[in-house]
Structure formats: structure tokens, C-alpha cells
């Protein structure tokens, strides 16, 4: 067995590497995560990192391993194992697979929203990706039944296609813009109604709230809604841009005689337009909200407030939760 050198003094591989109270701090952390480039990181090496990370929090790591080395462990750990379970995670629900596959997802349904049978399969597609990612980035703590994932990716599905044709519908008569705009509606639509239907289980029950120090205070809805809410906010303000941007650019640019002689062409530009946007707004809304939610103590449940005044009397001003992706 080869020694073991001790981790340096001061460093835990926990601790993000940039402060995530800010915009700024939790934008360079998601943009280190949801590298699309390891994505291409193969399965042994993925092995690797996570033993390595696992080494490092036991206080152990392989001699002569840089803080570089460490932190390139732990960017690849998280961009591929759960956070609560450990778990490796499926390649397509991984968030670095957020800007590939949501590119050539997010592009097709730009690109094919005149007919009806195009729309539907797309959004199909869509819906189907997403179902993905919820469930592999599902809080481990409040466990879904299949059944429950079965339907909330019936519900989403039908909401995208119900808005989607519907709106095709109702736009023929409309300026053109409008109809390239649809796919956007149906993305909005179907994300308010899929991660509620997928995260129910804690609107039910409620998740662990904590102090500012960790520790447990009880089970809240209300920090349940709050966080699913935030992150309905930025599922949508993900494909935002690429979905109300790119539709006025191809709009512009389809008016040009050399872009109506490449038409074969127009449908990998805006897969590749789109990959320019989600580049930058995957880590961009993830990082609206701060991981670790708070909520006033006033704004909880009257039972879990008098609770923790009971207990703790008035030093705990604010509750935090974990509020997922």
C-alpha cells in the first residue's frame, strides 16, 4: 500500500471556492460545474476524482497531490455524483449535460414549430429530458415514488402540448414573430407545472429547515414552495433568452437572400445559437438564487414558528433549507 500524505492545513474540499452569497461567487461555481467539457470525462477517470474526494474528506490524499489536482477532483465529482447520495449520475441528467443536450433539444423545437406533428414530437422529447434531469437531481431526502414521476411526466407533457398546439392554433392569424415565440410559452408552461408535480412529496410533508449552524428545526411547506418556486423561476429564465432572443435574430436573418439559399443550414445555426446562450445562462440561473435558501421565521407555519420561539427564543430570525436545482 503506498503512503498516504495528510491534506494540507486549512483546506476542506467542501468549501466552495468562491463566496456563494454573492451573484457573482455562485455564477463561477456553476459555471465550473456545468462544464460541458466533462461531459467527455471518462468513467474511470470520474472513478478517480471521487475516491480522491473521498480521500481528501477522511483527511488522506495520494503524495504529492496540488490544491490544482484537488479542486479538478472535486469540479469533476460534482459535476457527475449526487450531492446527498453519492450516487453517479446518469450522462443525461447530469447539469454538464444541460448545455449539450438542452442545445440540440432547445434548437429542433425553434426550428420545427410550424406543423403540428413536429411541435408535439419536440416537445415530447423536451418534456422526456426533463423528467430526466429532475429525477437525477431529485433531493434524496424526500424520495419519489416511479408512479409519482409517471405522472408528473404525463401532467408536464400534456401541459407543453396543450399549450404548445394550442397556441399554434391561435397564432396562424398572428405576425409571424409571434408563432416562433410559441415553443417558449409551452417550455414556461410545462416547467410551472413539472417540478411542483415531481418535488410533491415536500409540498406535502414539508423539508428540513435548520438554523444557521445546521441544525434541524423541523419540517416546513412553506420552504418547500419557496425553493420549488425559485426553481421553477430558473428552469424558465434558462431558456428564456435563447427562446425570445433567437427566434427575433433568425427572424431578421431568414429575410436575407444567401440565408434563404442555406435552409438546410438553419436548423444546426440554431442549435448552435442556442448552445451560445445556454453556455452561459445554465450557470447564469442556477445561480439567481443562493443554493442554501432562507426564509424569515415570521413567514413559517404558525405551529413549527411558536415551535422554535418556544426552544430557541428570538435567535433564530431565519430558517435555512437546501432548495435543489
Same mark, same amino acid.
Given at each position: 500500500?503506498?503512503? #498516504? !500524505?495528510?491534506?494540507?492545513?486549512?483546506?476542506?474540499?467542501?468549501?466552495?471556492?468562491?463566496?456563494?452569497?454573492?451573484?457573482? %461567487?455562485?455564477?463561477?461555481?456553476?459555471?465550473?460545474?456545468?462544464?460541458?467539457?466533462?461531459?467527455? /470525462?471518462?468513467?474511470?477517470?470520474?472513478?478517480?476524482?471521487?475516491?480522491? $474526494?473521498?480521500?481528501?474528506?477522511?483527511?488522506?490524499?495520494?503524495?504529492? *497531490?496540488?490544491?490544482?489536482?484537488?479542486?479538478?477532483?472535486?469540479?469533476?465529482?460534482?459535476?457527475?455524483?449526487?450531492?446527498?447520495?453519492?450516487?453517479? #449520475?446518469?450522462?443525461?441528467?447530469?447539469?454538464?449535460?444541460?448545455?449539450?443536450?438542452?442545445?440540440?433539444?432547445?434548437?429542433?423545437?425553434?426550428?420545427?414549430?410550424?406543423?403540428?406533428?413536429? /411541435?408535439?414530437?419536440?416537445?415530447?422529447?423536451?418534456?422526456?429530458?426533463?423528467?430526466?434531469?429532475?429525477?437525477?437531481?431529485?433531493?434524496?431526502? *424526500?424520495?419519489? *415514488?416511479?408512479?409519482?414521476? +409517471?405522472?408528473?411526466?404525463?401532467?408536464?407533457?400534456?401541459?407543453?402540448?396543450?399549450?404548445?398546439?394550442?397556441?399554434?392554433?391561435?397564432?396562424?392569424?398572428?405576425?409571424?414573430?409571434?408563432?416562433?415565440? $410559441?415553443?417558449?410559452?409551452?417550455?414556461?408552461?410545462?416547467?410551472?407545472?413539472?417540478?411542483? #408535480?415531481?418535488?410533491?412529496?415536500?409540498?406535502?410533508? +414539508?423539508?428540513?429547515?435548520?438554523? %444557521?449552524?445546521?441544525?434541524?428545526?423541523? =419540517?416546513?411547506?412553506?420552504?418547500?414552495?419557496?425553493?420549488?418556486?425559485?426553481?421553477?423561476?430558473?428552469?424558465?429564465?434558462?431558456? !428564456?433568452?435563447?427562446?425570445?432572443?433567437?427566434?427575433?435574430?433568425?427572424?431578421?436573418?431568414?429575410?436575407?437572400?444567401?440565408?434563404?439559399?442555406?435552409?438546410?443550414?438553419?436548423?444546426?445555426?440554431?442549435?448552435?445559437?442556442?448552445?451560445?446562450?445556454?453556455?452561459?445562462? /445554465?450557470?447564469?440561473?442556477?445561480?439567481?438564487?443562493?443554493?442554501? =435558501? *432562507?426564509?424569515?421565521?415570521?413567514?413559517?407555519?404558525?405551529?413549527?414558528?411558536?415551535?422554535?420561539?418556544?426552544?430557541? %427564543?428570538?435567535?433564530?430570525?431565519?430558517?435555512?433549507?437546501?432548495? %435543489?436545482?
Amino acid at each position: 500500500h503506498s503512503k #498516504m !500524505a495528510t491534506v494540507p492545513l486549512g483546506f476542506n474540499i467542501d468549501t466552495p471556492r468562491w463566496d456563494q452569497s454573492t451573484f457573482v %461567487g455562485r455564477l463561477k461555481h456553476f459555471l465550473n460545474i456545468t462544464d460541458p467539457r466533462t461531459v467527455l /470525462v471518462p468513467e474511470e477517470e470520474l472513478d478517480r476524482a471521487k475516491a480522491l $474526494v473521498e480521500g481528501c474528506r477522511a483527511g488522506l490524499v495520494p503524495p504529492g *497531490s496540488s490544491q490544482e489536482q484537488l479542486l479538478y477532483a472535486k469540479k469533476l465529482y460534482d459535476s457527475a455524483f449526487h450531492p446527498d447520495s453519492g450516487e453517479k #449520475m446518469n450522462l443525461i441528467g447530469r447539469m454538464s449535460f444541460q448545455v449539450p443536450g438542452g442545445m440540440a433539444i432547445t434548437g429542433c423545437m425553434l426550428q420545427f414549430y410550424r406543423t403540428v406533428p413536429a /411541435v408535439v414530437f419536440w416537445q415530447w422529447v423536451n418534456q422526456s429530458f426533463n423528467a430526466i434531469v429532475n429525477y437525477t437531481n431529485r433531493n434524496a431526502a *424526500s424520495p419519489i *415514488s416511479l408512479r409519482q414521476i +409517471g405522472v408528473a411526466y404525463v401532467t408536464a407533457t400534456g401541459a407543453a402540448l396543450a399549450t404548445a398546439v394550442g397556441l399554434n392554433l391561435y397564432t396562424k392569424r398572428a405576425p409571424p414573430l409571434l408563432a416562433r415565440w $410559441v415553443p417558449f410559452a409551452a417550455v414556461a408552461a410545462a416547467n410551472c407545472v413539472n417540478i411542483p #408535480m415531481m418535488r410533491q412529496q415536500e409540498i406535502i410533508n +414539508g423539508i428540513t429547515v435548520t438554523d %444557521g449552524d445546521n441544525n434541524e428545526l423541523g =419540517c416546513s411547506r412553506r420552504a418547500a414552495v419557496k425553493g420549488i418556486a425559485q426553481v421553477v423561476v430558473s428552469r424558465i429564465t434558462m431558456a !428564456a433568452p435563447g427562446m425570445i432572443i433567437l427566434p427575433i435574430i433568425m427572424e431578421r436573418l431568414e429575410k436575407f437572400t444567401f440565408m434563404q439559399r442555406i435552409r438546410v443550414l438553419h436548423g444546426p445555426l440554431q442549435v448552435l445559437l442556442c448552445g451560445g446562450f445556454l453556455l452561459f445562462m /445554465v450557470p447564469a440561473a442556477c445561480a439567481l438564487f443562493p443554493q442554501r =435558501c *432562507s426564509l424569515a421565521l415570521a413567514d413559517l407555519e404558525v405551529e413549527l414558528r411558536d415551535n422554535i420561539v418556544a426552544k430557541h %427564543g428570538d435567535k433564530v430570525p431565519y430558517v435555512y433549507f437546501n432548495k %435543489g436545482l
